[in-house]
Nanobody, 123 residues
Framework: QVQLVESGGGLVQAGGSLRLSCAAS????????MAWFRQAIGKEREFVAA????????YYGDSVKGRFTISRDNAKNMVYLQMNSLKFEDTAVYYC????????????????WGQGAQVTVSS
């Protein structure tokens, strides 16, 4: 069992930066692939980024490549999403997820989810 809690969301102007954090509880954190998804109002949940259990491999959705960076600290059971050059269209609820398949982009692959953190980018 893994419990996930996101933090760090908020309101930011376009072009600004924000860092999301995801705290995980439970054992064997490093055995889980981690990911960030987002869901805007009226839209489907969208893959943002993923990272392997060791942190050695990272994956990004096309819309955030070059602007967002995913990282993890296995000693602290933490996952981060650094978001730079934010755009209005990045506005969404961001979810942290844990699963067993590294690099998966489909939400259904992930068995554990946080409650979500709202990110609002003003234009």
């Amino acid at each position: 069992q893994v419990q996930l809690v996101e933090s760090g969301g908020g309101l930011v102007q376009a072009g600004g930066s924000l860092r999301l954090s995801c705290a995980a509880s439970g054992r064997f954190f490093s055995s889980y692939a981690m990911a960030w998804f987002r869901q805007a109002i009226g839209k489907e949940r969208e893959f943002v980024a993923a990272i392997s259990g060791s942190g050695g491999s990272t994956y990004y959705g096309d819309s955030v490549k070059g602007r967002f960076t995913i990282s993890r600290d296995n000693a602290k059971n933490m996952v981060y999403l650094q978001m730079n050059s934010l755009k209005f269209e990045d506005t969404a609820v961001y979810y942290c997820a844990a699963g067993r398949l590294s690099g998966a982009t489909m939400p259904g692959v992930y068995g554990y989810w946080g409650q979500g953190a709202q990110v609002t980018v003003s234009s």
